[in-house]
């Protein structure tokens, strides 16, 4: 997508109850941040809406558990940011005239926190039935909402168990399990649990980052990663790959005479070749009514010329 085609910034957020009832708030002032990461947590949202009239603000309070909030651009991408449980709301003041509510809501937590899987599998169960096993146990908990996402085929052909097996315990912890005994990660992305092979990534279309689609400053690599912001895009998610000019990444390198200091220590991550990452944390900020609108994301360098299951380069 070119810059020419991101201005006139849109945004809609919608909030509902369990039976489908709901209110739209995207003709207000927004303030928003999301985030996602390739961790063993669910991806939260903290969401301000300015100056609702106060019958409006209760019934948020007391009759809502749902919110959507999307994002982009009149003329170009839009798309969904985050769909979660809303889980504390919180009113106040910012002077005589200004008042707000804030919104922290949470993508699948009542499948984190209170999932528990209590299931018997017959000898040759794969890693993904037991995956399986484990999600419809968050599904459950959270209502209808937790689906399995993306699964690598070595999850339905290795590690079969040569004798029969109880899972029982909290769902999350089950799947950490897996992804250890499977050379995987799993995460939850947009309501789904997905597991993605440590070296790597979800499959689809590369999001290409430069100045003329919105690449904002000078990428950096460091210890966490390569980290870089770009105008809001909402295809940038969790697992994903973005194509960024290597030429661009300012990237440090450590000469260090005798034996370093601790404090001089310094890993960043590698610099592709081809400009291909694979996106570890996608974080989205914005103010409709301000001058933020941006796209932050963490991610690591991707061999293109390697099969997806054998491409993420290690750090050094």
């Not at 009542?110 to 899987?117: E, M, P, R, T």
Request: with cysteine; charged share 20%.
């Amino acid at each position: 997508m070119a810059a020419s085609d991101q201005y006139l910034r849109k945004a809609g957020l919608l909030v509902s109850s369990d039976a489908g009832d709901g209110i739209d708030l995207s003709q207000l002032r927004i303030q928003f941040r999301t985030w996602a990461m390739d961790a063993e947590t669910p991806p939260g949202a903290i969401i301000r809406v300015f100056n609702l009239a106060d019958a409006t603000a209760q019934q948020v309070q007391k009759e809502f558990q749902k919110v959507s909030l999307q994002a982009g651009y009149e003329r170009g991408n839009f798309g969904a940011i985050f769909s979660g449980t809303i889980k504390q709301v919180r009113r106040g003041r910012l002077d005589a005239k200004d008042s707000f509510l804030d919104i922290y809501a949470a993508d699948l937590d009542q499948a984190y926190n209170f999932g528990i899987v209590s299931k018997s599998l017959k000898a040759g169960a794969s890693p993904a039935d037991q995956a399986k096993a484990s999600t419809d146990a968050m599904q459950k908990a959270e209502g209808g909402s937790a689906v399995q996402g993306h699964t690598p085929e070595s999850l339905g052909t290795g590690g079969t168990l040569p004798r029969g097996k109880v899972l029982f315990g909290l769902a999350r912890e089950r799947l950490t399990d897996i992804a250890a005994t499977t050379g995987t990660t799993w995460s939850i992305s947009e309501g789904k649990v997905n597991f993605i092979p440590l070296t790597g990534y979800l499959e689809g279309e590369a999001v290409v980052l430069n100045a003329q689609t919105g690449l904002i400053g000078v990428p950096e690599a460091t210890n966490a990663g390569v980290e870089a912001r770009c105008l809001l895009n909402p295809r940038i998610k969790l697992g994903t790959r973005v194509q960024i000019d290597n030429r661009l990444v300012n990237s440090v390198q450590v000469n260090q005479q005798g034996f370093p200091r601790f404090t001089d220590l310094s890993f960043p991550a590698s610099v592709a070749a081809d400009g291909f990452y694979r996106v570890l944390v996608a974080e989205h900020v914005g103010d409709t009514r301000d001058n933020v609108w941006e796209t932050r994301l963490t991610c690591l360098s991707v061999d293109q010329s390697a099969q997806p299951g054998a491409s993420v380069q290690a750090f050094g």
